[in-house]
């Protein structure tokens, strides 16, 4: 079957680093995407892996391990805007349609 | 460059009346999709078009949902008729093909009563 695990909330304080962690099992695998959604907007496109390692952007960085079925978001330096969901999503090879996490509610705290 | 659009942005209306909501992708973004989520979930697919073809519908209850992208760009999505779990928000995305990354419109939040 076709799974993807996050943590329901993360709380952290402002000026910190958290790290979003998601476990997947899925069918075929053609890359994993991160995004952010506020509360009542749109998911915003953060980061894609598809090769195994480290994808640095700015205060955020994304991590993936395909052996493992692992990825993680890391936030550096929060920020209380950083206060969001976070979407773990995986794109399927065979459609590449991409099936989602239920998210991470992010918590920042002063 | 403008981003998808959809419309309304709220709706409220009683179970068993029809609903209809709009989207426009971004300009030359072959491939739109429609989603529907649940609150505290992750957006599910409903329905995927390339150009003005359907690729997947089958998570589409078809029985009361249908949607249309007659000219390959604008796209509508129907229920008719409601029910009270179909209350969530409906978001629509676009992107280049099918293997580029996906853009969201803000989405139209249902509640049915």
């Known amino acids: 079957g076709q799974n993807i695990d996050q943590p329901t909330e993360m709380t952290a304080t402002e000026g910190a680093i958290v790290q979003i962690n998601c476990t997947y099992q899925t069918s075929g695998f053609n890359g994993l995407f991160w995004y952010q959604q506020h509360a009542g907007e749109a998911p915003t496109f953060l980061s894609y892996n598809v090769l195994d390692g480290l994808e640095e952007k700015g205060r955020f960085s994304s991590f993936l391990s395909r052996s493992k079925g692992y990825s993680y978001l890391l936030l550096k330096e929060l920020q209380m805007k950083d206060s969001a969901s976070y979407l773990c999503?995986?794109?399927?090879?065979?459609?590449?349609?991409?099936?989602w996490g239920a998210g991470t509610k992010l918590i920042i705290k002063p | 460059e403008a981003g998808v659009a959809q419309s309304p942005r709220y709706k409220i209306i009683e179970k068993r009346q029809s609903v209809a909501f709009w989207c426009n992708p971004i300009s030359g973004h072959a491939t739109l999709y429609w989603y529907q989520q649940i609150l505290g979930q992750g957006p599910k697919l409903l329905i995927q078009f390339q150009n003005n073809g359907v690729v997947d519908d089958s998570q589409l209850p078809k029985d009361r949902f249908s949607a249309e992208r007659l000219k390959g760009v604008d796209s509508t999505l129907k229920i008719q008729p409601a029910k009270l779990e179909d209350s969530a928000v409906y978001l629509c995305a676009s992107s280049l093909d099918d293997r580029n990354e996906q853009f969201f419109g803000p989405g139209t939040r249902l509640t049915v009563l």
């Open positions: 999503a995986v794109r399927e090879n065979s459609n590449y349609q991409l099936i």
